[in-house]
T-cell receptor, first 109, second 115 residues
Framework: QQPVQSPQAVILREGEDAVINCSSS?????VHWYRQKHGEAPVFLMI?????EQKGHEKISASFNEKKQQSSLYLTASQLSYSGTYFC??????????FGQGTELSVKP | DAGVIQSPRHEVTEMGQEVTLRCKPI?????LFWYRQTMMRGLELLIY????????DSGMPEDRFSAKMPNASFSTLKIQPSEPRDSAVYFC?????????????FGEGSRLTVL
């Protein structure tokens, strides 16, 4: 079952904040976040593990609510370079990693 | 170190032809994934391997699709016969999966157009 992301798209001005949400109906082992620029491959941002451990970039933060199987990605003081499509990936204990439909983020000057 | 290498980068073929996409994962990685990306369906997982063994192929659309990983440094995704609805970008990704989960490293993708 594919995770559900919201919103589907968001437009920001430089310096504004955004939150992208991801929810799953399955018990999760971890949640991954990736960003994809147009015409390029997805690039890793962060992993959130069951139990609270996080691995990823210092400037990006995220949360993982294990009980609700939900995760949120927080983008603060957005820059033009933040533009792209953000994907959450949910991983089940067997190592299967599936992605949501993506959230398209546009940052305008 | 070289990243995940995919070939071909672009393929245009006619309906009914066989298509073979290739992937070389990052050396030392033990887990390999094949994804398909379209505007309508997003990034779909087709199949993944751990230590060269297929673990879950439930995302493979139908019998026309097959994937192999004969060794730790090579995988193929084959479509036979191809159809226009197979047109998409196909990504291969690899990672080191151990006691803890690891990040996925994606190849640049193979853009397939079936006429």
């Amino acid at each position: 079952q594919q995770p559900v992301q919201s919103p589907q798209a968001v437009i920001l001005r430089e310096g504004e904040d955004a939150v992208i949400n991801c929810s799953s109906s399955k018990a999760l082992y971890s949640v991954h976040w990736y960003r994809q620029k147009h015409g390029e491959a997805p690039v890793f941002l962060m992993i959130l593990l069951k139990g609270g451990e996080q691995k990823g970039h210092e400037k990006i933060s995220a949360s993982f609510n294990e009980k609700k199987q939900q995760s949120s990605l927080y983008l603060t003081a957005s820059q033009l370079s933040y533009s792209g499509t953000y994907f959450c990936g949910t991983e089940t204990p067997g190592g299967k990693l599936i992605f949501g439909q993506g959230t398209e983020l546009s940052v305008k000057p | 170190d070289a990243g995940v290498i995919q070939s071909p980068r672009h393929e245009v073929t006619e309906m009914g032809q066989e298509v073979t996409l290739r992937c070389k994962p990052i050396s030392g990685h033990n887990s390999l994934f094949w994804y398909r990306q379209t505007m309508m369906r997003g990034l779909e997982l087709l199949i993944y391997f751990n230590n060269n063994v297929p673990i879950d192929d439930s995302g493979m659309p139908e019998d026309r699709f097959s994937a192999k990983m004969p060794n730790a440094s090579f995988s193929t995704l084959k479509i036979q016969p191809s159809e226009p609805r197979d047109s998409a970008v196909y990504f291969c990704a690899s990672r080191l999966q151990g006691i803890s989960t690891g990040e996925l490293f994606f190849g640049e993708g193979s853009r397939l157009t079936v006429l």
